[in-house]
T-cell receptor, first 109, second 117 residues
């Protein structure tokens, strides 16, 4: 079967850096996507990788290793507004999005 | 700015009535749009794939006669919840890819919170 694993919850301190990991097992690969979702709102794309390596978008950086089925999302200079759920999603060989359950990130002052 | 627009943001309806939700792609054409549903504290669940000019593809367990999808133009897809019941109360979100490549990210509308009384 296809599955995506990410931690259920993480806590970090305002101003610090946090890394959210994601491992996946899918039938084929056509991109890995990181979404941010605040409670009661729709997801927003924050970063994505199609090839191995790093992608940087402002304070958000994502890394991908296709051979290891592994990705992480790095958030720098954490702000209180970064408290949200972060969803890891992978497009499989049929371009279907497979979703992780999400990581709830709690930022403390 | 917004890439996908969804309307209404929230709606309250009585049991037995129907509700229509609109999803529009802004400044791009979307031959395919996706409808998701999300219950509180749960992950996104794909309901159906809306295809312009043809029938929608429904995921297993989703009643096509209850959740009517129409994708009549390249920028508009609608989801109609027919004969709504309280258990249909949920957060409905549509999405579309801006790029033509299959590996382009999905952009989501702001979602519609449906409450059936």
């Amino acid at each position: 079967g296809q599955n995506i694993d990410q931690p259920t919850e993480m806590t970090a301190t305002e101003g610090a850096i946090v890394q959210i990991n994601c491992t996946y097992q899918t039938s084929g690969f056509n991109g890995l996507f990181w979404y941010q979702q605040h409670a009661g709102e729709a997801p927003t794309i924050r970063s994505y990788n199609v090839l191995d390596g790093l992608e940087e978008k402002g304070r958000f950086t994502s890394f991908l290793s296709r051979s290891k089925g592994y990705s992480y999302l790095l958030l720098k200079e954490l702000q209180m507004k970064d408290s949200a759920s972060y969803l890891c999603a992978v497009k499989d060989s049929n371009y279907q999005l497979i979703w992780g359950a999400g990581t709830k990130l709690i930022i403390k002052p | 700015g917004a890439v996908v627009s969804q309307h209404p943001s929230w709606v309250i309806c009585k049991s037995g009535t129907s509700v229509k939700i609109e999803c529009r792609s802004l400044d791009f054409q979307a031959t395919t749009m996706f409808w998701y549903r999300q219950f509180p504290k749960q992950s996104l669940m794909l309901m159906a794939t809306s295809n312009e000019g043809s029938k929608a593809t429904y995921e297993q367990g989703v009643e096509k006669d209850k959740f009517l999808i129409n994708h009549a133009s390249l920028t508009l897809s609608t989801l109609t919840v027919t004969s709504a019941h309280p258990e249909d109360s949920s957060f409905y979100i549509c999405s579309a890819s801006r790029g033509t490549g299959g590996n382009s990210p999905l952009h989501f509308g702001n979602g519609t919170r449906l409450t059936v009384t």
